[in-house]
């Protein structure tokens, strides 16, 4: 059995799966880190995601065409990441209790409409986006194909979270929205439009987390299920605080998580003699060890979650 892993061939498709994995988390935990910064948790990422692969595929499935068909995703998850918005921002509720409601209602909702869309079809399907190999690159051995034989979305991915650390790092706007998140009462003190931001961030995290989903139809199954995201969401929240609310390290973060998804399914695959319900779990519980692991050690912005009221004490 040990012969049968610790092979090129084994190694090299248990990277290149790690990394499809792990982009749907990047993209919905590159949203939430966008979120957080501001001050605002979006427990509703699971709602988020689930909501940009049902409208995903609902465009992609109608229209014939893929682009449409992730603009309808983005726009769908900003939607659902935009209600969350009001509810934390304008209205100034209780952040957890609104996510959780939201994915709750998002589950309900995407289900219902694609039983309507069905119309009593037990499956229907749209072609998955194909791969793009980058020459050169995609031969370096082991890494080449995990990293540079890819579909478009995730070469978008790096793009993003590297220009997300420049953002943030560099720019004097990424440091006024770091600023909303630390103490959003003295960064409205200095002229720096909260409320704006805020909203600014909502969208961005809808548009990234509808992305995430969309990624899960238009990539990976070319399909859409019932709850398909499984938890994704909330392991994309796992992502950001291990990764102390940067874009780099959530990314590093994400690829360690989806190694584990990625794990479980090739252990299965040359047939480990292990219950498959046992390697399923792998996942989860390296999410949990990680997050145990960084026990008394919070990085998070200090106003995270806690609602700004102008002119409040």
């Known amino acids: 059995m040990l012969d049968q892993i610790l092979t090129v061939s084994f190694l090299t498709a248990f990277l290149s799966a790690a990394v499809r994995m ?3 988390l990047a993209y919905a935990g590159l949203g939430e880190t966008i979120s957080e910064k501001s001050g605002i948790l979006n427990i509703g990422m699971e709602g988020v995601m689930l909501s940009g692969a049902f409208f995903s595929f609902a465009g992609a499935f109608y229209s014939g065409s893929m682009t449409l068909g992730l603009l309808c995703g983005m726009a769908g998850g900003a939607a659902v990441s935009m209600i969350h918005g009001v509810l934390s921002i304008k209205l100034s509720k209780d952040q957890s209790v609104s996510g959780i409601a939201i994915n709750i209602f998002v589950m309900g909702v995407t289900g219902f409409l694609y039983k309507l869309m069905s119309g009593g079809q037990s499956y229907q399907q749209i072609q998955p986006l194909l791969k793009v190999r980058i020459p050169v690159l ?3 051995p082991l890494i080449g194909n995990a990293l540079f034989y890819q579909d478009i979305l995730t070469y978008l991915m790096y793009f993003l979270v590297i220009g997300a650390a420049l953002f943030y790092k560099k720019s004097n706007t990424g440091l006024s929205f770091a600023a909303i998140g630390e103490s959003p009462r003295s960064a409205d003190s200095a002229g720096i439009p909260v409320y704006k931001y805020q909203y600014i961030s909502m969208v961005l995290n809808g548009v990234l987390g509808g992305m995430g989903g969309a990624y899960l139809v238009l990539v990976q199954v070319g399909n859409f299920s019932e709850n398909m995201t499984s938890g994704r969401g ?17 990314m590093g973060a994400a690829l360690l998580f989806g190694a584990a998804n990625a794990l479980q399914i090739r252990l299965q695959a040359v047939g480990v003699p292990l219950p498959s319900q046992a390697l399923s779990m792998l996942p989860y519980l390296i999410t949990l060890a990680a997050l145990l692991g960084t026990a008394g050690r919070s990085h998070a912005p200090e106003g995270l979650g806690k609602p700004y009221v102008r002119g409040s004490r």
Do not use: E
């Not at 609310?245 to 959530?250: E, I, N, T, W």
């Open 234 to 250: 909330y392991i994309a929240l796992a992502a950001v605080i291990l990764g102390r609310y940067v874009p780099f390290g959530m």
């Open 22 to 24: 792990a982009v749907p």
């Open 138 to 140: 995609s031969g370096i």
